[in-house]
């Protein structure tokens, strides 16, 4: 069984910063990429930012310049630090990560979501 446990989000004034945190925990023997999607009201869930095994990142092209993810490599988690927040990146917020069993079969988790509020 594998758990994914988000926390960092909240409600932050415009132009603000947060970060966020996933640890991934349970039966694991390896992680190939991780990440974190976003799904505003009335919208699909869309990437917002990527980080393979070897350290290749991979941003939405909307918050590429204000977010970056990064990795602990020895505690399978990752970040998400959000800068110059706006009002468009309210979302809730979803960790996800392609996790290997001891027999090498990989899938897909994800984390319940944790919620982001730009507001003024």
């Known amino acids: 069984q594998v758990q994914l446990a988000e926390s960092g989000g909240g409600l932050v004034q415009p132009g603000r910063s947060l970060r966020l945190s996933c640890e991934a925990s349970?039966?694991?023997?390896?992680?190939?990429?991780m990440g974190w999607y976003r799904q505003a009201p009335g919208k699909q869930r869309e990437l917002v930012a990527t980080i393979s095994n070897s350290a290749v990142t991979n941003y939405a092209d909307s918050i590429k310049d204000r977010f970056i993810i990064s990795r602990a490599w020895n505690k399978n988690m990752v970040w998400l630090k959000m800068n110059d927040l706006k009002p468009e990146d309210t979302a809730v917020y979803f960790c996800?990560?392609?996790?290997?069993?001891?027999?090498?079969?990989?899938?897909?988790?994800w984390g319940q979501g944790t919620q982001v509020t730009v507001s003024s």
């Open positions: 996800f990560a392609e996790i290997g069993d001891s027999e090498n079969r990989f899938s897909d988790y």
């Open positions: 349970g039966s694991i023997s390896s992680v190939n990429d």
